[in-house]
Each structure stands twice: as structure tokens, then as C-alpha cells.
């Protein structure tokens, strides 16, 4: 009912930068908290970075410093501004959403099929 789809990968050299976005739809009533996760080869997923409905963010250490996420609340649609790109960002990013349907009130969580970063020389 509820789709995520991001864009905006791909292979790009050590200190280039990249823009990820991710727009929401279906039947939709209200996004709440949005995300970015990855998940490197040999290794479990993470969150890279989430925003509140309300615009508060929050970073993975890891990333502080090189990413920004950012909403737009009128297209139900995440950006993640990547900069400084390390070879260690390589990973398949994934959009989150904590989602309400217009049919159900319950407040879950949506994933994206994932987007490939790839940063390498």
C-alpha cells in the first residue's frame, strides 16, 4: 500500500559526493520520522541519518559531518546530501518511513528496495 523509491546512486570516486532521494506514496495519511540506512557487504544494516516530522535530525557518527538529510513534506520525499566520499560509504542504502494509511491508523515502518553506493577509485 505504502511505496519508497530511491534514486540517486551510483559509483563515484573517494571525496566526490552523491544525492540520495527517496519519495513515498500510496494511500498514505501521515509520514512521521524518515531515515537512511545502509548495509555494507559482510556487515548488518545501520542507520546513517533520520529526521523528525518536525525536521530534528540525527547522525551515525560515522557520517557526521559529510551528510545531510533533509524532507520535503509536500512530496512525502527524504534527500541524503553526501559529501567527502570515503571508500567505506560503499554500502546499499535503504529509505525508511514510519507511515499511517488513510485505512489504518497505525504508525509502521516502510522500506525502499535499496540504492547502490559505490565509492571507488
Known amino acids: 500500500q505504502v511505496q519508497l523509491v530511491e534514486s540517486g546512486g551510483g559509483l563515484v570516486q573517494p571525496g566526490g559526493s552523491l544525492r540520495l532521494s527517496c519519495a513515498a506514496s500510496g494511500s498514505i495519511d501521515s509520514v512521521y520520522t524518515m531515515a537512511w540506512h545502509r548495509q555494507a557487504p559482510g556487515k548488518e544494516r545501520e542507520v546513517v541519518a533520520f529526521i523528525l516530522s518536525g525536521g530534528s535530525t540525527n547522525y551515525a557518527d560515522s557520517v557526521k559531518g559529510r551528510f545531510t538529510i533533509s524532507r520535503d513534506n509536500a512530496k512525502n520525499t527524504v534527500y541524503l546530501q553526501m559529501i567527502s566520499l570515503k571508500p567505506e560509504d560503499t554500502a546499499v542504502y535503504y529509505c525508511?518511513?514510519?507511515?499511517?494509511?488513510?485505512?489504518?491508523?497505525?504508525?509502521?515502518?516502510?522500506w525502499g528496495k535499496g540504492t547502490q553506493v559505490t565509492v571507488s577509485s
Open positions: 525508511n518511513a514510519v507511515v499511517s494509511l488513510t485505512t489504518d491508523w497505525r504508525q509502521r515502518n516502510y
